[in-house]
């Protein structure tokens, strides 16, 4: 469908594709001033990774609801010059104190307003020790330098935005009850209004300690205790030695192969890549290019409703529990999709179990004039973590505690219940969706990701089948969302971008359609045209984002 895209560039949209000169690049983010970053850092010589390491620091700072050096995430990482893909581990991982029943009264029942807020719904965090080695084993300037925007931004401050204040009014009760995160985030204890201008001039500090001392300046010395002193105060449980023991891990990504491409995506701990090439491996028994909509809908709804249930039954940290290697095989995705009915929709209760978590979160693409390539899928999980700041540190904490199951068939802050797999004990790490990807064939190249929670699989899915089929990156960005996630049962629709009648057609088949009162998602991506260099790049018209190509100076 690479001929299909070229062709709709020239004509739908006026534009004539040119061949790209070798200095392109592209960077796509959640906010403008991080897409400056990256760009600016790019522009000073540096790689993909600098560029990475930039637009991670800079987030942290302008869009602190959505991650930060308090949270974690995953960098997908491809290197030009060995032609090898990577995924850099930097989740947050469970304090040595933390026990699976953490979480549950005298009665043994699930209190999850300690999983939520405070530091004691608090993983240790893997976005400092992210970008130190990104920074050491991949990128090619110092540190300093890569952090210098983001130090900037912390120290001047940033005009608060619709997201922001909208966030910040979503979590201002918690915000409200701890004095640092007041300080930080709020004015006079209320939301700012947009525009007003953030300054955080621990974090720069913070961020100067990480430049100076690299991992050091924030897993030991005077930040470290800081931070075990602050969360401690407040009924937290870190240590010292928790802090001075977080490594980030390097794993192999998830592959897989859907019409031709291949799909390289995020491995355990988080379950975005197997769930997502679980779902296309059964789409593969079907011809998608040559069905009507609904149809279509149909059976991706199916795929999805399948391959969800499988994350709940048996997904969990692979270095804690043993996960069956079939779940991404070509063969198991052939028995499953033998179990859809082409025309009426599976109840869930016949295909029997359990499922996810969090809301936030933020997502990057970026791509260089060498062909060095990150995908960054980063978080604190619910807008703005745990709301806790530590004092002295200018460092939100992150409430990725409850992407753990906190007791069997408990059911998390979207109403959905966890199992064994993924149970809470000591250094493991939580269960996530996010779900940063490469998709390629000789022809062309997509770097795709988002933010969404649990929807984040199934959003990500649904921009690989779009790409595949010819679209735009403008086109995939924007296109309405549908998610199933197999529990609950039903089809969950955005408000905008579905019209009664397909709506109608669906239920017909026996789905149980869930009309959203909002949109979802954050998306940025870029597409290259591996032919002549071509870039384009586009940001969800959801969000507040930048997707910027341009060609650097030499
Ligand atoms: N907290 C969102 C995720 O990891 O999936």
Same mark, same amino acid.
């Given at each position: ?74 960098? %997908? ?13 930097? /989740? ?80 201002? =009760?918690?915000?409200? !009850? ?40 924030? @897993? ?30 390097? /794993? ?5 192969? @859907? ?17 997502? +090439? ?45 996960? =069956?290697?079939?779940?991404?095989? +070509?063969? @198991? ?13 599976? =109840?869930?209760?016949? &295909? ?43 460092? %939100? ?15 998390? &802050? ?24 490469? +998709? ?14 649990? #929807? ?24 309405? #969302? ?10 969950? +629709? ?14 017909? /088949? ?8 909002? !949109? ?35």
């Amino acid at each position: 469908m690479y001929l299909l895209r070229l062709l709709c560039l020239s004509f739908c949209l006026g534009f004539n594709p040119v061949w790209a000169s070798e200095h392109d690049v592209a960077v796509a983010t959640a906010h403008p001033l991080a897409t400056q970053a990256g760009i600016e850092i790019l522009q000073q010589g540096g790689n993909a990774f600098d560029a990475a390491v930039a637009v991670t620091a800079a987030l942290a700072v302008v869009e602190p609801a959505g991650s930060g050096l308090g949270g974690g995430g995953f960098w %997908l990482l491809h290197q030009a010059e060995t032609n090898k893909d990577i995924m850099l581990d930097g /989740r947050e991982m469970a304090p040595g104190k933390a026990s699976a029943d953490m979480y549950l009264n005298k009665q043994g029942e699930f209190e999850q307003s300690r999983s939520l807020n405070g530091p004691l719904a608090a993983g240790i965090p893997g976005v400092p020790a992210g970008i130190v080695y990104l920074s050491k084993h991949y990128g090619k300037l110092p540190l300093k330098q890569s952090l210098a925007p983001a130090i900037r931004y912390a120290l001047e401050g940033f005009a608060a935005g619709q997201h922001y204040t909208d966030m910040a009014r979503f979590r201002l =009760p918690v915000l409200k !009850q701890y004095a640092a995160s007041r300080q930080q985030f709020l004015k006079d204890g209320q939301v700012p209004s947009a525009g007003t201008i953030i300054k955080q001039p621990d974090l720069a500090n913070t961020l100067n300690s990480i430049a100076e001392q690299g991992k050091a300046g924030f @897993y030991q010395g005077e930040i470290a205790e800081r931070l075990v002193q602050a969360v401690q105060q407040h009924g937290g449980i870190w240590t010292l030695d928790d802090l001075q023991r977080y490594e980030v891990k390097l /794993r192999q990504p998830i592959k897989g192969h @859907y019409q031709g491409y291949t799909i390289t995506s995020a491995t355990l701990p988080s379950s975005g890549g197997i769930v997502m +090439v679980n779902a296309l491996n059964q789409l593969s028994a079907f011809d998608l290019a040559d069905t009507d909509i609904t149809q279509k809908r149909h059976l991706v709804i199916e795929a999805m409703r399948r391959a969800y249930r499988d994350r709940s039954r048996f997904l969990g940290d692979a270095d804690f529990v043993a996960i =069956p290697d079939y779940l991404t095989s +070509v063969d @198991y995705g052939k028995q499953l999709s033998d179990t859809i009915d082409p025309v009426h929709a599976t =109840p869930s209760s016949d &295909v029997a179990d359990k499922a996810i978590e969090g809301e936030d979160t933020t997502h990057f693409s970026i791509l260089d004039s060498q062909g060095n390539r990150v995908a960054a899928t980063l978080s604190v999980n619910y807008p703005f973590g745990s709301g806790f700041v530590a004092q002295g540190t200018g460092v %939100l904490l992150n409430d990725e505690m409850d992407d753990f199951s906190a007791s069997s068939g408990a059911a998390n &802050v979207y109403g959905l219940v966890g199992n064994e797999a993924n149970a809470i004990a000591p250094y493991k790490r939580p269960l996530s969706s996010m779900t940063p990807t490469f +998709v390629e064939n000789d022809d062309e190249l997509l770097i795709t990701g988002t933010p969404g929670g649990s #929807r984040i699989i199934s959003m990500v899915l649904l921009s690989v089948l779009d790409f595949v089929e010819g679209k735009t990156a403008q086109a995939i960005v924007a296109a309405p #969302r549908y998610h199933h996630q197999y529990l609950p049962d039903e089809v969950q +629709v955005e408000s905008v971008g579905f019209s009664e009648q397909e709506l109608n057609a669906l239920k017909q /088949r026996g789905h149980h359609i869930n009309p959203l009162s909002r !949109q979802y998602g954050d998306m940025h991506i870029i597409i290259q045209d591996k032919h002549n260099g071509t870039l384009s790049a586009a940001s969800d018209p959801r969000g507040e984002g930048q997707a910027t190509v341009t060609t650097l100076k030499k």
